[in-house]
């Protein structure tokens, strides 16, 4: 299957037939990227203002809105409402598109966070765990989440024509395959001990525990950044894309002004479930990770 897969698609709502849909669903889920070059997320004139670095803090990596607080952001509290608003409608526009891609998402679609990003991707210094220039899935260490899903769409909002630049690497279960020999099991305790340390919010699963390692390992492995199977993908101003990047292995590469919303889906929104990965690893292990 392709990696990346082109939508015409250039509505935010676009009413589609089940046949659609349902590819759209086995090409996401079978962990394409799909890119909608024709759906601009389009700034009113008022909010040209924010395509600027200067609206960041300072500390965090990104603006970020979860419900109505925005957070990571400097400015008045008139200037504040508008980027939020902004940021807002943003999130609803996500939101409404992926319900009408992948309609059985519709009642999931939750909003977790909305991030806007005004800093150029790549220059910052940041350890080897933290540098996303480097092919990874998505992991987080603080937030277990036993096998739920992270769905992310993303919008280049760049005013200057210039590409966010990604790498997209090889299926989850060839990274998967390559990588697991090399991970220990989880301790007797650790998952315990973890929570009592407030590591972490809710217990580490298995598959949380792999997934880590997976994304430090690749990460780690100069080798494998350079010469594992990869294609470069340049998402051009006003292109839409979406994918589960706890799945699809990803860089980025280069670009600056984006939006990205996060949605967090259970197994069960799935179209099928086979092709997650917790059973790609549950299959690769031959035991139950999130039980
Ligand atoms: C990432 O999710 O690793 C970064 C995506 C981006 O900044 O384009
Ligand atoms: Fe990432």
Not at 15 to 36: M, N, S
Not at 62 to 76: D, F
Not at 229 to 249: H, K
Request: contains cysteine; positive net charge; hydrophobic residues 45%.
């Amino acid at each position: 299957m392709d990696s990346v897969v082109r939508l015409p698609v250039d509505t935010w709502s676009p009413a589609l037939d089940a046949d659609a849909t349902a590819a759209y669903a086995r090409a996401l889920e079978g962990g394409a990227v799909l890119e909608l070059p024709q759906l601009p997320f389009v700034l009113a004139a008022g909010e040209q203002r924010f395509l600027d670095p200067r609206w960041s803090d300072g500390h965090a990596k990104n603006i970020s809105l979860e419900g109505s607080r925005i957070k990571g952001a400097r400015g008045t509290p008139d200037e504040l409402a508008a980027l939020a608003a902004m940021i807002g409608r943003f999130a609803a526009d996500a939101k409404a598109l992926v319900s009408a891609l992948l309609p059985r998402y519709a009642p999931y679609v939750a909003q977790a966070r909305t991030s806007f990003r005004p800093q150029p991707a790549t220059g910052r210094p940041v350890s080897w765990r933290k540098d996303d220039a480097r092919l990874h899935v998505d992991a987080f260490p603080s937030r277990p989440n036993r096998g739920e899903r992270i769905l992310r769409v993303f919008s280049n909002v760049n005013p200057h024509g210039q590409p966010r630049v990604w790498r997209v690497g090889e299926p989850f279960e060839a990274m998967a395959a390559r990588f697991l020999p090399k991970i220990r099991r989880m301790r007797p305790g650790e998952a315990a001990l973890l929570r009592a340390l407030f590591v972490t919010k809710s217990p580490r699963s298995e598959y949380d525990h792999l997934m880590l390692r997976l994304h430090d390992e690749a990460k780690a492995d100069l080798e494998y950044q350079r010469n594992s199977p990869q294609a470069e993908v340049r998402f051009t101003p006003g292109t839409t894309w979406i994918c589960y990047s706890d799945q699809v292995m990803h860089a980025a590469m280069g670009g600056q002004y984006m939006l990205e919303q996060t949605i967090h889906l259970p197994l069960t929104a799935l179209y099928d479930r086979a092709s997650a990965p917790l059973a790609i690893l549950e299959r690769l292990t031959g035991r139950a990770l999130a039980a």
